[in-house]
């Protein structure tokens, strides 16, 4: 049974920066793709970045670019979102996805297995 466990989460403030960490264990195969996605009360998952976990190949939602930067590090089995120049409009609980098959990676149901989600607050 793979469990994400996901840490990192905080209140911050308009361009800040904060970085959310998910750690992939009780597995032996590695993913195929990681994810993160965020959610809004009354919302459904919102794409955020994805990672191809073999080659390091990213994808980034337009929102997001140039300030969330999302890597790997296979020895350690975790996943990392580095995000930068914070804005209010980031707030959302954060959620890691895992996926252990080729899926399209901005669709939430393509993934196997979530975090539990970290809460990201973001002030003005």
């Known amino acids: 049974q793979v469990q994400l466990v996901e840490s990192g989460g905080g209140l911050v403030q308009a361009g800040d920066s904060l970085r959310l960490s998910c750690e992939v264990s009780?597995?032996?195969?590695?993913?195929?793709?990681m994810a993160w996605f965020r959610q809004t009360p009354g919302k459904g998952r919102e794409f955020v970045a994805a990672?191809?976990?073999?080659?390091?190949?990213?994808n980034y939602a337009d929102s997001v670019k140039g300030r969330f930067t999302i890597s790997r590090d296979n020895a350690k089995n975790t996943v990392v979102l580095e995000m930068n120049s914070l804005k209010p409009e980031d707030t959302a609980v954060y959620y890691c996805?895992?996926?252990?098959?080729?899926?399209?990676?901005?669709?939430?149901?393509?993934?196997?297995?979530w975090g539990q989600g970290t809460q990201v607050t973001v002030s003005s």
């Open positions: 996805g895992a996926s252990f098959r080729p899926v399209v990676v901005d669709q939430d149901e393509g993934y196997h297995t």
């Open positions: 009780g597995r032996t195969v590695s993913p195929y793709t």
């Open positions: 990672i191809s976990w073999s080659s390091g190949t990213t």
